[in-house]
């Protein structure tokens, strides 16, 4: 038995909380937010879809392996920090002022990519518990006494 | 090429490519093999140039930063030592590669071997090339790791599992010794202005400029001991060398690449190095001299012992590996400096010897020498091959080989100890058996092989190997012979590179000393001592079957290290099981109570012991209206969790305190935090509600009256001792506020605005990283145990 409510309510959030999530992850350093909450939120949102419609729905639209989204989110972490010891400094240092060649001067802090990489783990590590547990039982809401 | 840019590629570059199998495609793994060939070849390339740098004994010091801050870096050292050890891993290593692409077995997924082969390719030239002690037991480590690896490629068989585990702890444990070692030595050596260095040209100059500084030192004992147990579970000398013959349910190629031609030899590496520092001292005569005789000539009598042309040859290698040992521990001008030559020509036969055994094994399908027989009329390249290394690992001169050389500068050594001193007399008894030995167990690995009566085996033979498996053998026989030839080259190619490395006393007299005594034949006695060790050895050789069990009648002591590793392996595994299954007996509600009330315990203990006081803090400060309100909401549905009836409507008010805490931290300005407990607490209770589903059906009501109360005081005694801790901590602070630092700094060196956040990813990066993989080991551990879970079910 789906709710049909719920259904049409997160067809039309899923998309805005996608959203919400990315933009989330970009103004982490400057103002509330950054790469655990923005990971939070995206794997909430993908979540949602999966109480509206259901596990087999959510299998088919799941293209990605989570455990490789975690890998792939920590490999990015650990590189920004070996990334420190390409330019000369210890391990994890932070860089934030870039001459690139075409586009002139950018400032980006390269924590950023580290934050990065703290999203797709957090995303990976909820995604993947939650899926590998409601795969255990079909998912009905029975009251239990 | 700047020096540091290669050194980097050789060390790191197999690094690189050891992850190259775990994108190449499943199918193409014929091809995976030839291109992983390239890289011991390249790496090989990379160090000749280096060859003619470190000629006169100059040395080159390459440093990278890691961890200024603690003494740790990558720094590296280029001399006669490692160019020459870096020489046989790579040299030795094209050939296995090559080997391996015709041993392994087409149905066999090739990607986790290269994988780590070439990580421990990797890691063994790193142990070579590094002179920081802390960087060099980094890559220590991961030569057991890699080892254990390929010591376990094939993990269905039992046998693998077991070598592959002993090999891993006896060298593991024997690692941690060898750090404790290395932390004592550099506190030994810390100079008194500062601070403690583990760079070894920094130790060195430190003992140069106070002589006696290692010998007085408090420490001296227990950091030479300590460094020896590391090394000597390495090399498998005596008492740990009951791990390598069971590490030869490794597949052959990995035999004669790690077991025989460089993981072992990485211990003696070692003592190479540090010789400067404790070479002189009776401690390192008697230990490293001492325990390398044992070792010599009781795994010298153990290869007779044996059937499995494999675990002869481990053997084989443990008693060359003791006598090189042997060599460094008496500390004679000729013994130190032609070590390096033993080690390359060890290096030469052994691997040679491994491979014809895994072509054996291949063809006939047995490496047992009571099945084969006759089988130089089926293999009559392997057979010559064979030959020339066993004639070679005998040291007997016709034709000429390298071996013989060996042999005789060791006898020259011992002569010379007993010269010295005459109450030395068991080293050269040791040395005249371990000879007659070895003549006996390599008669033992070729006559009944391919001589003999054929048996079962011969007849599967499927007849010569093919060229490509033979080529590896083949080109390290044709050395093996050339370097017999040429007497003055491999030795004064050798001799240059030790001799170029930092350590040689005087170097003028050694070369006067081998220019006189170089030659094959150089006199009489010397001839006299080869032809009784060939006597005896046929002799031995003949006879050893009537002598079999009298070293059985008096239990076997070569069998004690065995037999103390199995006892005490398996018995903390017993003594693990007996203690999990009293705290842990299958009953959640048992486990949560026994963690809260050892946190209570331990607690209030600890409190109560060190006299603790409680304060209260007189804060007249009237909390926010809101505040008040969140704490009557909070407590409410904590009271409405305890008492109310439905399951699911209590998970629910569960929730409600979690967005409570949330709403908390809202009104007092911290939005971060708020977020984070919004979205963490949605999270969990989802998490609840799923895991909800597969907990049986119970209804607190059933239990006892006594039960209810007890866990209720307890639930009382937890909140009391959170209470009173958390309140007292807040109204004592004991450190400085650290919140300034962070937010003066937070836009000029981390540039953002947002504290909470730099602090996260900037500043305390290091630790959120350890966080992330903390989270995913965590994920990997649900999804292992369930899917274990349903494994079991299904059966």
């Known amino acids: ?145 | 090429m700047k020096d540091s840019i290669r050194i980097l590629l050789v060390v790191f570059l197999p690094f690189l490519f050891a992850l190259l199998p775990a994108v190449w495609p499943a199918q193409r793994k014929k091809s995976l093999a030839w291109f992983c060939l390239l890289v011991p070849l390249a790496v090989f390339i990379l160090i000749m140039p280096w060859l003619n740098r470190v000629e006169g004994g100059q040395q080159l010091w390459i440093d990278i930063n890691w961890i200024p801050t603690i003494g740790v870096n990558f720094e590296f050292l280029v001399d006669g030592l490692s160019v020459l050890f870096s020489l046989i891993i790579s040299g030795i290593g094209v050939l296995v590669f090559l080997y391996s692409i015709y041993y392994l077995h087409d149905h066999e997924n090739f990607h986790r071997y290269y994988a780590a082969l070439l990580a421990f390719m990797g890691s063994m030239l790193g142990v070579v090339y590094t002179r920081n002690l802390v960087v060099l037991f980094v890559f220590w480590e991961l030569t057991s790791l890699s080892s254990f690896m390929l010591i376990g490629y094939w993990f269905h068989r039992k046998e693998s599992r077991y070598g592959a585990l002993k090999a891993l702890f006896i060298t593991g444990t024997g690692g941690l010794f060898m750090l404790a070692g290395f932390v004592l030595l550099a506190l030994a050596c810390r100079p008194s202005s500062g601070s403690i260095s583990f760079d070894l040209r920094e130790i060195f100059a430190y003992a140069a400029a106070n002589p006696t500084a290692i010998a007085e030192s408090p420490y001296f004992t227990a950091m030479l001991l300590c460094i020896l147990v590391g090394a000597f579970t390495k090399s498998g000398q005596f008492p740990f060398y009951n791990w390598l013959p069971d590490a030869m349910a490794a597949p052959t190629p990995i035999s004669a690449y790690l077991h025989s031609s460089t993981m072992v030899k990485a211990g003696i590496f070692l003592m190479a190095r540090l010789f400067p520092l404790f070479g002189g001292t009776d401690l390192w005569f008697h230990v490293v001299g001492g325990g390398g005789t044992i070792t010599m000539v009781l795994c010298a009598y153990m290869a007779l012992k044996h059937y499995d042309l494999k675990r002869i040859l481990a053997y084989s290698t443990l008693s060359t590996l003791g006598l090189i040992t042997a060599c460094y521990g008496y500390g004679t001008k000729i013994g130190i400096h032609l070590n390096n030559f033993h080690i390359m020509n060890h290096a030469f036969y052994k691997a040679c010897l491994f491979m014809i055994a895994g072509i054996i094994d291949h063809a006939t399908g047995t490496r047992d020498i009571r099945e084969l027989g006759q089988l130089r009329k089926h293999m009559r390249y392997t057979w010559l091959i064979a030959c020339v290394a066993a004639l070679s690992m005998c040291g007997i001169p016709l034709p000429p080989v390298m071996g013989f050389l060996s042999k005789e500068f060791l006898f020259e050594q011992v002569m010379h100890l007993y010269h010295e001193d005459h109450s030395l007399w068991f080293y050269p008894l040791a040395a005249f058996l371990t000879a007659c030995f070895t003549v006996g167990y390599s008669l033992k690995l070729i006559v009944p092989v391919f001589w003999g009566t054929a048996n079962k085996g011969t007849e599967h033979c499927h007849g010569e190997a093919p060229f490509g498996m033979l080529l590896g053998p083949g080109l390290l026989a044709v050395g093996i012979i050339l370097g017999g030839c040429w007497v003055a080259l491999p030795d004064s190619f050798v001799l240059k590179l030790f001799l170029a490395s930092d350590f040689v006393p005087q170097q003028q007299e050694v070369t006067t000393i081998l220019h006189t005594n170089v030659a094959i034949w150089h006199n009489f006695s010397a001839f006299a001592l080869t032809a009784s060790v060939i006597v005896v050895g046929l002799l031995i050789y003949k006879f050893i079957r009537r002598f079999d069990g009298i070293l059985d009648k008096g239990g076997n002591p070569t069998e004690w290290p065995d037999r103390f590793y199995n006892f005490s392996f398996d018995g903390t595994i017993k003594g693990a099981t007996f203690v999990s299954n009293i705290a842990q007996d299958g009953n959640l509600r048992h486990y949560v109570f026994l963690t809260f009330f050892a946190i209570v315990a331990l607690l209030s203990g600890a409190y109560l012991w060190n006299d603790g006081t409680i304060t209260f803090v007189k804060d007249t400060t009237v909390p926010n209206f809101w505040a008040i309100c969140l704490a009557v909401i909070t407590v409410a549905s904590i009271l409405l969790v305890i008492f109310y009836p439905h399951r699911l409507a209590k998970i629910f008010f569960l929730g409600v305190v979690g967005y409570a805490v949330c709403l908390f931290f809202f009104f007092y300005r911290a939005p971060d935090l708020a977020l984070t407990q919004l979205l963490i607490e949605s999270v969990s209770l989802l998490l609840f509600l799923l895991v909800f589903y597969r907990l049986p059906h119970f209804d607190y009501e059933d239990e006892p009256k006594l039960r209810r109360i007890v866990d209720g005081m307890l639930s009382l005694a937890v909140g009391c001792v959170m209470f009173f801790f958390t309140y007292n901590a807040i109204s004592q602070p004991l450190f400085d506020n650290i919140t300034p630092y962070f937010i003066e700094n937070t836009i000029p060196k981390a540039h953002g605005k947002n504290v909470v956040n730099t602090i996260l990813v900037d500043f305390r990066g290091f630790d959120t990283m350890g966080e992330i993989t903390v989270l995913c080991i965590a994920a990997m551990g649900v999804y292992a145990l369930l899917k274990i879970h349903r494994k079991v079910k299904k059966k």
């Open chain 1, 1 to 145: 038995m789906r709710s049909m409510i719920l259904q049409v309510i997160s067809a039309a959030l899923v998309p805005l909380t996608l959203v919400f999530s990315i933009y989330l992850l970009f103004r982490g350093h400057n103002a509330p937010g950054g790469g655990f909450i923005a990971g939070l939120v995206t794997s909430l949102s993908i979540i949602l879809i999966f109480l509206a419609y259901g596990m087999e729905f959510f299998n088919k639209i799941s293209f990605l392996k989570f455990n490789r989204l975690f890998a792939l989110g920590l490999a990015f972490a650990v590189l920004t920090g070996l990334g420190a010891i390409i330019g000369g400094k210890p391990f994890l240092t932070s860089k934030s002022h870039w001459h690139l060649p075409l586009l002139g001067d950018a400032e980006i802090p390269s924590a950023m990519f580290f934050d990065l990489g703290v999203y797709f783990v957090v995303v990976g590590v909820v995604l993947d518990i939650i899926h590998t547990l409601a795969e255990e039982r079909k998912w009905g809401m029975e009251d239990k006494k």
